[in-house]
Nanobody, 123 residues
Framework: EVQLAESGGGSVQAGGSLNLSCTTS????????MAWFRQAAGKEREEVVN?????????NYAGSVKGRFTISLDNAKKTVYLQMNSLKPEDSAMYYC???????????????WGQGTQVTVSS
């Protein structure tokens, strides 16, 4: 099973910043489609950003976070970061890191998920 470990969540005021981290194994990281999702209480899960960790990867951001959130990769550490700036109360959610591996992760999404890290933004 692929392990993904998220960290970096916390409580901030609106306008503040947080930097989330997601570390996994070489198997979970190399040449994979990875993504950050979030789920707020009582709402459906939302994909925040996805990226291919191979050399040609370009991030795809949800419109609600474009221009405020930035995903980055540390190939040596097998870590994906999510820098979140200009946070708003509506960004409050549990944030999950995922990697997509057809051979290992369960259908139908073939995503493996971390445990999540909580982000709370107060107004």
């Amino acid at each position: 099973e692929v392990q993904l470990a998220e960290s970096g969540g916390g409580s901030v005021q609106a306008g503040g910043s947080l930097n989330l981290s997601c570390t996994t194994s070489e198997y979970g990281y190399n040449n994979r489609f990875m993504a950050w999702f979030r789920q707020a209480a009582g709402k459906e899960r939302e994909e925040v950003v996805n990226i291919y960790t191979g050399s040609s990867g370009r991030p795809n951001y949800a419109g609600s976070v474009k221009g405020r959130f930035t995903i980055s990769l540390d190939n040596a550490k097998k870590t994906v970061y999510l820098q979140m700036n200009s946070l708003k109360p509506e960004d409050s959610a549990m944030y999950y890191c995922t990697t997509m591996i057809i051979e290992t992760c369960p259908p139908p999404s073939y995503r493996c998920w971390g445990q999540g890290t909580q982000v709370t933004v107060s107004s």
